[in-house]
């Protein structure tokens, strides 16, 4: 098989297996299993709490052994054990079956990199001009999983149980797993220099010193504090749209919820190709601030977007304006991170970028919005959302992170660097 097919279907099965069911989480939680904003806050953190250590802990692993053994078993134990969250109805035992799952998961996202990587290289191809293109079919995964969750759980289509979405993501990463061993090449080892790093140069922690930098650890802060924001709505999205008091039932919204929502994926992959345009023109720091406060029209969009006769225009917009909330952050932050650290620590200050955001962030953000929701815009008999005081409070809170940083955050601009 051609070795960039191969690439292709790897990435394009590793995002399917999270698109089958994380989009559909929140409903599952609210609507079949009942439980509260706090709980199922929580519950959603399970990503952020697997980010933590776990790539980094089976990424030494894989440095160790093979890659793609590594790799293709993760999906293998993922597979198996989201076949018991079905059997699960309490928030506390889901959480930690869930927080299984994802920490056998998590670690493949790197570990899919590196291997398209390595394997480029072998073959005397420069990634960075080969893996992009490859990358995107992650995307479309995402995207066709939550396509086919939408015709699996709707009445209009087959008209299952959301549960069914983990089966689904199941088998995929079943499949994943079984042509991971069959059609991967094996990866090179790293050289004897890098294999010899102290473990403490492995888990990132030498980046750490960059905190002692104001302008380094300013950005750090407003990366966790971003990075609190970048799940919400997809935590939160589909229950919204399929809430009968907000949208009719049977009416386009309520029916194809996941589909909408799946236009934000699509407008990710747009707004990638305009980044090199904005960065030239703007710089980094206006392209990040452009993040946040597409940020605060991501949520309010939602918040005006319920019970009126141009709700379905409005959550469209909302969706395209996804892919600049989300990207201009995650991708000019990186860029950010390599041109102001020394080159003998910038995968590590990448990963402490990556743990503040999809990490400390990530986990803060899902368990205080959780709290919130359930303390002062949840029923607390009928579980009943006051949805656009959810939205227009995580607008409000994007905003203040927006003036915060455009106040506090110094960065000149050089096109040279852009």
């Known amino acids: 098989m051609n070795l960039k097919l191969r690439l292709i279907i790897l990435n394009f099965l590793q995002f399917f297996v999270w698109g089958a069911w994380m989009m559909t989480l929140g409903h599952y939680g609210f609507v079949e299993k009942q439980w509260n904003g706090a709980e199922f806050g929580l519950v959603f953190s399970t990503m952020g709490f697997a980010s933590l250590i776990m790539p980094t802990l089976f990424g030494i692993i894989a440095d160790k052994w093979q890659a793609k053994y590594v790799y293709a078993i993760l999906h293998l134990l993922f597979g198996a054990t ?11 035992p889901f959480f930690w079956v869930l927080l299984v799952a994802m920490s056998f998961y998590m670690p493949t996202i790197g570990l899919n990199n590196s291997i398209g990587f390595n394997v480029l290289k072998n073959e005397g191809k420069d990634p960075t001009t080969y893996f992009p293109p490859i990358r995107v079919w992650g995307t479309v995964g995402f995207i066709v999983a939550m396509w086919i969750t939408n015709l699996f ?27 991971s061993f069959i059609f991967l090449p094996v990866v090179k080892k790293e050289p004897k220099s890098l294999a010899a790093r102290t473990l403490v140069q492995k888990l990132g922690l030498e980046a750490f010193v960059l905190f002692k930098q ?20 997809n935590a939160y999205g589909d229950s919204f749209l399929q809430d ?27 707004f990638i190709l305009a980044i090199p345009f904005f960065m030239k023109r703007l710089g980094i720091k206006n392209v990040m601030l452009l993040s946040m406060l597409a940020w605060v029209l991501r949520f309010g969009l939602f918040g005006l977007a319920g019970n009126t006769n141009i709700g379905f225009a409005l959550i469209v917009s909302s969706c395209i304006i996804y892919g600049m909330a ?13 041109q102001n650290t020394d080159s003998s620590i910038q995968s590590s200050a990448q990963g402490v970028f990556m743990l503040m955001t999809n990490g400390v962030g990530a986990v803060l953000g899902n368990i205080i919005a959780g709290f919130v929701i359930a303390k002062w815009f949840e029923n607390p008999i009928t579980h009943a959302k006051d949805w656009p005081g959810i939205w227009y409070s995580f607008a409000g809170y994007a905003l203040v992170v927006a003036i915060l940083f455009s106040v506090l955050f110094r960065y000149k601009h050089n096109p040279k660097e852009a």
Do not use: H, R, Y
Not at 82 to 92: N, Q, R, V
Not at 257 to 264: A, C, D, G, Q, V
């Open 82 to 92: 989201m076949c018991f969250l079905p059997l699960i109805d309490a928030p506390m």
């Open 153 to 179: 759980t709707k009445e209009w289509g087959f008209g299952q149980s959301i549960k069914v979405s983990f089966f689904i993501a199941a088998i995929m990463a079943f499949a994943l797993s079984l042509f």
């Open 214 to 233: 104001k302008k380094m650890a300013l950005f750090f802060v407003f990366s966790l504090m971003l990075g609190a924001a970048l799940q919400l709505t």
């Open 244 to 270: 009968a008091d907000v949208f009719p039932k049977g009416g386009i919204i309520n029916n194809f919820s996941t589909i909408i929502l799946s236009i934000s994926q699509i407008s990710e992959t747009l």
């Open 326 to 338: 989300f990207d201009f952050f995650n991708i000019s932050g990186a860029l950010f991170v390599e």
